[in-house]
């Protein structure tokens, strides 16, 4: 590869290419292509302008490939919001108290726009005077998604913005569902915040260690750590919640396909259409867990969830696509949009991916059309 001779670096006037650092070429390179220079025209400007012949056809690739593993190539979407959509849901169901639709089916620019939500609910508490904030992750591999981009954001605030934010609690209300896959038990998603960037920023953590699905009431009332726990998630100021749908494969509940086809059957025929948090919701509202002969253990329910939204809570749904097949969300977030017509208001904010929000405004729009319900 033709690189910069950086460790050999001469003093000269004329910006040759022995005068140049990696570090410089790599900058000259990235400055190009950001500002739309062709790869072949980067090519050319290193040969005719810095004087390396041997600067090939493959090396930009190269020295981008470089920068991106460093971090140094951040994107942020320029037409961030599809503000249309937002308000199509917005007339829809009138009680959300925001609704953002990303321009986007990247799941981590979903996590980012929620991160950034959520930063600025902090920014707005600690201001207010409010001392502690606890928040409390209900889901998988999108909540992780979310910390993932919480953490780096929390750690890009100046130290006097990070002073003026509440302590953070972040508090596992759900335990991790794929043994195999540790990146999705919540209490992994705790050490993106042990970064000491996010200093002085003062946050701690509560972990559940608990099985996975238990059979519905079992240890209630016995087990005295996990009531506690229980206790101290209705107290969370924010509930971060992921969906899945029924249908899905890769969702909490569509797993049970491939691992509990019983129960996933007795779930579909009762018109299950997925989960929140992990509790499944049909188009009458939340379902009992009888369903179950053993239930996904949450430390709060959807009832809870209910509550939380009446008492002014923040209670955020976060739709991504499926970081397996990348499909979309519609069919439960619309489920869940229209059981808040029948009185459950699960959740007060939501955000969700373009694709999810375009199917569900089609499916608004025939509901509105015909009068009556969809989607069943
Ligand atoms: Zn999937």
Same mark, same amino acid.
């Given at each position: 590869?033709?690189?910069?001779?950086?460790?050999?670096?001469?003093?000269?006037?004329?910006?040759?290419?022995? @005068?140049?650092?990696?570090?410089?070429?790599?900058?000259?390179?990235?400055?190009?292509?950001?500002?739309?220079?062709?790869?072949?025209?980067?090519?050319?400007? *290193?040969?005719?302008?810095?004087?390396?012949?041997?600067?090939?056809?493959?090396?930009?690739?190269?020295?981008?490939?470089?920068?991106?593993?460093?971090?140094?190539?951040?994107?942020?979407?320029?037409?961030?919001?599809?503000?249309?959509?937002?308000?199509?849901?917005?007339?829809?169901?009138?009680?959300?108290?925001?609704?953002?639709?990303? @321009?986007?089916?990247?799941?981590?620019? $979903?996590?980012?726009?929620?991160?950034?939500?959520?930063?600025?609910?902090?920014?707005?508490?600690?201001?207010?005077?409010?001392?502690?904030?606890?928040?409390?992750?209900?889901?998988?591999?999108?909540? *992780?998604?979310?910390?993932? %981009?919480?953490?780096?954001?929390?750690?890009?605030?100046?130290?006097?913005?990070?002073?003026?934010?509440?302590?953070?609690?972040?508090?596992?209300?759900?335990?991790?569902? @794929?043994?195999?896959?540790?990146?999705?038990?919540? %209490?992994?998603?705790?050490?993106?915040?042990?970064?000491?960037?996010? @200093?002085?920023?003062?946050?701690?953590? $509560?972990?559940?260690?608990?099985?996975?699905?238990?059979?519905?009431?079992?240890?209630?009332?016995?087990?005295?750590?996990?009531?506690?726990?229980?206790?101290?998630?209705?107290?969370?100021?924010?509930?971060?919640?992921?969906?899945?749908?029924?249908?899905?494969?890769?969702?909490?509940?569509?797993?049970?396909?491939?691992?509990?086809?019983?129960?996933?059957?007795?779930?579909?025929? %009762?018109?299950?259409?997925?989960?929140?948090?992990?509790?499944?919701?049909?188009?009458?509202?939340?379902?009992?867990?009888?369903?179950?002969?053993?239930?996904?253990?949450?430390?709060?329910?959807?009832?809870?969830?209910?509550?939380?939204?009446?008492?002014?809570?923040?209670?955020?749904?976060?739709?991504?696509?499926?970081?397996?097949?990348?499909?979309?969300?519609?069919?439960?977030?619309?489920?869940?949009?229209?059981?808040?017509?029948?009185?459950?208001?699960?959740?007060?904010?939501?955000?969700?991916?373009?694709?999810?929000?375009?199917? *569900?405004?089609?499916?608004?729009?025939?509901?509105?059309?015909?009068?009556?319900?969809?989607?069943?």
């Amino acid at each position: 590869m033709a690189i910069g001779n950086g460790s050999r670096m001469r003093s000269g006037k004329k910006p040759l290419w022995e @005068n140049l650092t990696d570090e410089e070429v790599l900058s000259i390179v990235v400055n190009l292509v950001v500002r739309g220079t062709k790869l072949s025209g980067v090519v050319a400007h *290193m040969r005719d302008y810095y004087g390396e012949r041997n600067f090939k056809q493959s090396h930009p690739y190269l020295y981008l490939r470089r920068a991106a593993e460093r971090g140094m190539l951040a994107f942020s979407l320029a037409n961030g919001r599809d503000h249309v959509i937002e308000q199509k849901i917005r007339e829809s169901c009138p009680g959300l108290k925001t609704v953002e639709v990303v @321009n986007s089916v990247v799941p981590t620019d $979903i996590a980012d726009r929620a991160a950034r939500r959520i930063i600025e609910w902090a920014q707005q508490r600690g201001d207010a005077g409010q001392a502690a904030l606890r928040v409390g992750l209900m889901g998988g591999g999108t909540i *992780m998604a979310v910390c993932r %981009a919480l953490a780096p954001a929390l750690a890009g605030l100046a130290e006097d913005e990070k002073q003026r934010l509440p302590a953070l609690t972040f508090q596992a209300l759900a335990v991790g569902d @794929n043994v195999r896959e540790p990146l999705e038990d919540p %209490a992994s998603f705790f050490t993106y915040f042990a970064d000491p960037w996010l @200093n002085p920023l003062r946050r701690d953590y $509560i972990a559940v260690h608990a099985p996975v699905f238990r059979a519905p009431g079992q240890h209630d009332g016995e087990d005295r750590e996990f009531e506690q726990l229980r206790a101290e998630a209705r107290s969370c100021d924010i509930v971060l919640v992921s969906a899945g749908v029924l249908d899905d494969r890769h969702s909490f509940l569509g797993r049970l396909q491939s691992t509990a086809p019983d129960i996933w059957q007795r779930l579909r025929d %009762a018109n299950c259409k997925g989960d929140l948090g992990r509790l499944p919701v049909s188009l009458d509202g939340p379902m009992s867990l009888s369903l179950f002969e053993k239930a996904p253990c949450t430390l709060i329910g959807l009832d809870d969830l209910s509550a939380m939204v009446q008492e002014n809570r923040r209670v955020m749904v976060i739709a991504a696509p499926c970081g397996d097949c990348r499909a979309h969300k519609a069919e439960i977030i619309q489920t869940l949009l229209e059981v808040r017509d029948k009185g459950f208001t699960l959740f007060s904010d939501l955000v969700c991916d373009s694709h999810t929000g375009r199917r *569900m405004s089609l499916l608004t729009r025939g509901r509105l059309r015909s009068g009556g319900t969809i989607g069943r």
